[in-house]
């Protein structure tokens, strides 16, 4: 039985695109590194999901590695794979192996051969396969390791490998969310209309200031502005909550 924390990275990848070539590679050198990696058993595949110990090595792995290859596509057990893995909110390295991240990012190309059937196979399960694009488009956009513009392969794995120790001696998986591109839109869209707020409301104080020295026929306005103040305030500081929780901790409203 796998533990939690006792890995440094898991590897995901597409067994019969990979496993005897760059990912052997990639793993063999991860181990000489000393860096503790958990590399993907196909026994561990169970029905339509992930087994528990599949899982277990995934929440336990500070960070994630997915290879994405030709055919990966094509296996609903990497693709379940992937959907945990995007779930995790760690230190995700996506490697496009072949592939282009268009494809990936936009299910096109052999993706797109591979969704054809999956439609089909699922088609009373739409949901499932829906959740299975999200989870390729959410990887595809990530910054990542293009085997078509870093080469040979062994320079592409030493990269890799760079990029994981970078990583590692972070201290935190919660660092991923900068790369994470709904969270960081997110965080974004806080901080924008945060500024709004504030504007706005310093707009309200201006003109409350103003209005105290027209006297009591002004009494009426002032109170509504200094009970359209304390809602600014409050929505002022529900976005400051929502901004801290999303840097240090990894919520988003939408997971």
């Not at 496993?19 to 196909?42: P, Q």
């Not at 992930?50 to 990497?78: E, H, M, N, P």
């Not at 809602?231 to 002022?236: N, Q």
Request: charged residues 25%.
């Amino acid at each position: 039985m796998i533990k939690a924390s006792t890995n440094d990275v898991f590897l995901s990848f597409r067994g019969k695109d990979t496993r005897d070539g760059f990912v052997s590679h990639l793993y063999k050198n991860l181990c000489g590194k000393n860096i503790h990696t958990f590399i993907d058993d196909e026994e561990l595949r169970k029905g339509d999901g992930i087994s528990g110990a599949l899982l277990t090595a995934i929440q336990g792995s500070r960070v994630l590695v997915i290879v994405f290859s030709k055919d990966y596509a094509s296996s609903k057990w990497c693709l379940a794979e992937l959907v945990k893995i995007m779930d995790c909110n760690k230190w995700v390295v996506p490697v496009f192996y072949g592939v282009d991240p268009r494809d990936v990012r936009n299910q096109t190309g052999s993706f797109a051969d591979a969704f054809a059937k999956h439609e089909e196979n699922f088609k009373h399960e739409p949901e499932k396969v829906k959740t299975w694009r999200s989870a390729l488009t959410a990887a595809g956009k990530l910054s990542g390791w293009d085997s078509q513009v870093t080469r040979p392969d062994s320079t592409l794995v030493d990269k890799i490998i760079e990029d994981i120790v970078k990583k590692l001696n972070c201290g935190t998986s919660t660092a991923n969310l900068k790369d994470l591109d709904g969270t960081e839109r997110w965080m974004l869209e806080i901080l924008f209309y945060s500024f709004i707020l504030i504007f706005i409301l310093i707009s309200c104080f201006k003109k409350f200031i103003e209005w105290s020295f027209f006297g009591r026929h002004r009494q009426k306005r002032m109170e509504e502005v200094l009970a359209y103040s304390f809602l600014l305030i409050f929505l002022l500081i529900s976005c400051i909550r929502q901004f801290i929780e999303c840097f240090l901790f990894g919520r988003h409203p939408q997971n």
